[in-house]
């Protein structure tokens, strides 16, 4: 009889045995048989991953579809909620650290028991891309700002001057260019690009009814199929500088025509680049500096009175909140009508304080080979042009608008620029080549191509140039 017992007990405790192996083996195959099948370097690699998931970002209760991380190992997204481990075995998906880290269980060891290395948050707070935010904490999403308030974002819903998704849609698309993400773009709205980046006013009537020159071109005249400026008069053309967030395209295109043609028709005596700066602190008649200005107004100004190099006066504004800077530069008219500077230059390094003056802006009549001759006989010319939101994000090709913006109200600006010449694809497809002020990081080096003979965004509709003579 006492024989009969041991043996019952020893099947017993093989039993037992045997339901802890099975526990064990439950407990290591959790994942799915094919996950099984990774190689011995793979496992090396999934051990050492299990330390960057849960452990790193934190532990959620219940279940919370934003705390979750991509897990190398499975090339998946895994999640370190208390739910994500309900699913029937080989199907879960929590992070490979989520037992140990969350529930202080060690899988390969299921007797062994340890207290989390990672508590649950507060009931109160909110997640993100796999990180916990207190409640009542702020941030941003490019021009957007969220607020956590009871495990809930609440975020501003503005339109963002920089949208990945236009700038997929437009290298994606077939319309002759490409699109770019701008880090100076980047954390604006849409508005305050069409704010703070662009500043030329609508042309007014008189602007607009300003009568041509007379047309020049005969009809048996031939142009160069391409042709720039600045290999036609090396060292004379002037490089695009970077207005920043000062609305003031109206004074930057203004002031880099009449360099240009200041040294074109000096035959290379005065090469100075002018100065935008004195436009937006000293020309105030009727003008707002960094919030806007007309490009008529300029032009008076730069017959009347005249600019200081941008040496003399180099540009200051930083940002748009910098509106206001004082006229450092003051001057007194001769009985030729020359204008003399009474003031020494801002910048002290910087001897000469000439004032550079041109003759009343003349308009160049609205077609193509009437503003291809000015430019191949007297220099770059100024354009006006309406902008649309798809152009802040131009980088290289000829760019024509892809029309995303035409169910949006208010959702263009007026801009000036200067055009230096143009050119021609082997499809014959024609563009100007214009430059920019937004620095030489954005386009192509700071200028840009668009279509040509189209009036592509009204750049051909406004077209001024000025005979920039140099009084003694």
């Not at 330390?51 to 499975?74: A, E, M, Q, V």
């Not at 001759?373 to 798809?390: C, L, R």
């Not at 994000?393 to 600006?413: A, M």
């Not at 001024?464 to 009084?471: E, T, Y």
Request: with cysteine; glycine share 6%; proline share 5%.
């Amino acid at each position: 009889m006492g024989r009969v017992y041991y043996i019952y007990l020893l099947l017993l405790i093989i039993f037992y045995f045997g339901e802890v192996i099975s526990e064990r083996r439950l407990m290591v195959n959790l994942y799915s048989s094919e996950e099984n099948k990774i190689s011995e370097s793979s496992r090396a690699k999934r051990s050492l991953d299990k330390k960057n998931y849960c452990t790193t970002n934190g532990c959620c209760d219940s279940r919370n579809d934003d705390c979750n991380l991509f897990y190398i190992g499975k090339n998946a997204t895994c999640y370190c909620d208390t739910f994500c481990d309900q699913a029937p075995i080989g199907h879960v998906d929590c992070c490979p650290d989520f037992w140990i880290t969350c529930l202080g269980q060690n899988l390969e060891d299921p007797s062994t028991t340890i207290l989390p290395s990672t508590s649950f948050p507060a009931s109160t707070g909110c997640y993100k891309d796999g990180s916990y935010y207190q409640d009542k904490s702020i941030q941003k999403d490019n021009c957007n700002y969220c607020y956590c308030h009871e495990n809930h974002w609440k975020c501003t819903d503005h339109t963002c001057l920089v949208e990945p998704e236009l700038i997929h849609f437009i290298n994606k698309g077939n319309f002759g260019w490409k699109a770019d993400n701008y880090t100076q773009f980047w954390g604006m709205t849409l508005n305050e690009g069409f704010e703070y980046r662009l500043g030329t006013k609508p042309p007014s009537p008189s602007l607009l009814s300003m009568n041509e020159m007379a047309h020049r071109v005969s009809p048996d005249e031939e142009f160069p199929l391409f042709f720039i400026a600045s290999y036609k008069w090396p060292d004379y053309i002037h490089r695009p500088l970077d207005q920043r967030n000062c609305a003031a395209s109206w004074a930057f295109s203004t002031a880099s025509v009449a360099a240009d043609r200041v040294a074109i028709h000096s035959e290379g005596r005065h090469t100075s680049n002018l100065s935008p700066q004195d436009l937006i602190s000293c020309n105030v008649h009727n003008q707002n500096g960094c919030r806007g200005g007309h490009v008529d107004g300029a032009w008076w100004f730069l017959r009347k009175r005249g600019l200081v190099s941008h040496q003399c006066s180099p540009y200051e504004m930083n940002d748009y909140t910098n509106r206001y800077n004082i006229c450092n530069i003051s001057s007194i008219t001769d009985k030729h009508g020359k204008s003399h500077a009474t003031k020494p230059c801002p910048n002290r390094l910087e001897d000469s304080n000439y004032l550079y003056q041109c003759s009343p802006p003349y308009r160049i009549p609205s077609t193509e080979r009437e503003i291809m001759k000015e430019i191949m006989e007297n220099g770059p010319v100024q354009a006006v042009m309406t902008v649309y939101k798809d152009f802040f994000l131009y980088k290289t090709g000829i760019y024509k608008y892809t029309g995303r913006s035409e169910n949006n109200p208010g959702s263009d600006g007026t801009h000036s620029v200067k055009i230096v010449g143009w050119g021609s694809l082997q499809n014959m497809e024609r563009f100007w080549i214009v430059a920019n002020s937004w620095g030489n990081t954005w386009g192509e080096h700071g200028y840009f191509r668009i279509a040509r003979g189209k009036n592509e965004c009204g750049i051909e509709r406004l077209i001024i140039g000025a005979w920039c003579h140099i009084l003694a």
